[in-house]
């Protein structure tokens, strides 16, 4: 029994002295400026976070053999060992080069139209979901003319009084799966007490491509007026985003899901565990040239 006792409290011991918890400021290099609401994940697993405000990050509950990874379109991506990090200590990230696109000189256009999903009325089903979490969807749209994007349209349901903070994202169709990120200015958006968010990014001359794009809100937290992080134990955040359920099998392989980690296709199951698909009420305004 002596042996068994002691061989537990070392396992316990063992465990203890392995759990680490890392703390570090995010310091853009060029402004020396912190760098608030970047993403942080713990590589090859599902876990993460977001530096605050003032651009501070705190993590608990790490091996010292796990590897933060850092990514952010802004800036050129980062892999920092837990096992070099020291406390409270000040980490450089570089800018990253990128061309913006340039200003076109835009023939006589057609009418704004709406592509996608946002004219759908929307039912009682809706998504919601915890910190970190992306949902992807493709927009498709047969245009035989170049067409370029003046609006992003997210159909939300609000369900709380405080404020949450999204990211909207576009990527490219990478074979029915989201690829390479586009480059948008001012992503970060507050979600009020509106049935939808509107993004004007008309002054950035995106064209829509032939074989669609997909877009994405991803959750960074509930905030106040004041841009500070809620303490919010049980991450649940608004806004909801309106979802209609649909038979169409076509719709399989269209929206991607994603927690810190790895992209997996969207599909939701009932209780007797039926395969359901679901799509997002996100749309597009689009200009289409003649």
Not at 234 to 244: A, D, E, K, M, V
Not at 258 to 271: A, C, E, Q, V
């Amino acid at each position: 029994m002596k042996n068994v006792t002691i061989a537990l409290f070392l396992l316990i011991a063992s465990n203890l002295h392995g759990q680490k918890s890392v703390s570090f400021t995010i310091i853009d290099s060029v402004s020396k400026q912190a760098v608030p609401f970047l993403k942080i994940s713990v590589a090859g697993k599902d876990k993460g976070t977001y530096s605050d405000e003032n651009g501070f990050v705190k993590i608990n509950d790490l091996s010292s053999n796990d590897t933060l990874f850092i990514t952010d379109i802004f800036y050129e991506h980062k892999f920092l060992p837990v096992k070099t990090l020291q406390k409270n200590q000040q980490i450089l990230f570089s800018p990253n080069p990128i061309s913006l696109n340039e200003v076109i000189v835009k023939p006589f256009t057609e009418r704004e139209k709406e592509i996608g999903y946002a004219t759908i009325r929307p039912n009682t089903n809706f998504f919601n979901s915890i910190i970190g979490t992306e949902l992807a969807f493709l927009i498709e749209h047969k245009n035989i003319k170049p067409a370029y994007i003046n609006d992003i349209i997210i159909k939300i349901k609000k369900n709380s009084k405080i404020n949450s903070m999204v990211k909207i994202h576009l990527y490219h169709n990478n074979q029915g799966m989201p690829g390479m990120e586009v480059y948008l200015k001012n992503n970060l958006n507050t979600i009020s007490d509106k049935n939808q968010l509107k993004y004007n990014i008309k002054d950035q001359n995106i064209q829509l491509p032939e074989n669609g794009i997909f877009v994405s809100v991803e959750w960074i937290g509930r905030f106040n007026e004041n841009g500070k992080i809620f303490n919010d134990k049980s991450h649940i955040l608004t806004p909801c985003i309106n979802i209609r359920s649909t038979s169409d099998k076509k719709i399989k392989g269209k929206g991607y899901i994603r927690h810190y980690g790895n992209w997996d296709p969207f599909i939701l199951k009932s209780t007797s565990g039926k395969e359901e698909f679901y799509i997002p009420l996100y749309g597009l305004i689009i200009e289409e040239q003649k």
